[in-house]
């Protein structure tokens, strides 16, 4: 076996959970081959360039190997490898992700009427819909 279509190595990799998903990333333009946009049963072969978004992420790696079928996640790895600049780039973006998240302290036991009202209110205060012209 020395050529694969594309969404399905995507799938064999473990990129994506089902074929279905990795198609629609694909159509989508998630998924370029040397650059190029491309169609779910474009043929990979070892040696090719891939740049997959998964947002907020982005890989970029390089077909190594082909797999006949879906493989254990760190069998999977084995099939690319992924460019140093990518790897620095994914981890220092989860950092800031991770960072950047809001965190709740919670106390002892349940919440009491007014902690739960005041939480809700900060909740809808942080809502980013735009308002109605009935709401202004």
Avoid: N
């Avoid at 460019?83 to 991770?98: F, H, P, T, V, W």
């Amino acid at each position: 076996m020395d050529d694969q279509r594309l969404d399905k190595w995507l799938w064999c990799a473990r990129f994506y959970k089902t074929r279905t998903l990795a198609q629609d990333a694909i159509k989508a333009g998630h998924v370029s081959v040397d650059g190029q946009r491309t169609k779910p049963s474009k043929l990979l072969v070892p040696g090719q360039q891939l740049s997959i978004r998964r947002p907020p992420f982005e890989f970029h790696v390089e077909v190594l190997a082909i797999a006949k079928q879906r493989l254990s996640a760190p069998l999977a790895q084995a099939l690319y490898r992924e460019s140093e600049a990518s790897r620095i780039e994914r981890e220092r973006l989860a950092e800031q992700l991770r960072l950047s998240a809001v965190r709740e302290e919670l106390g002892p036991g349940k919440l009491d009427r007014r902690d739960r009202r005041e939480r809700a209110s900060l909740k809808r205060r942080a809502d980013p819909s735009p308002a109605t012209s009935w709401e202004e």
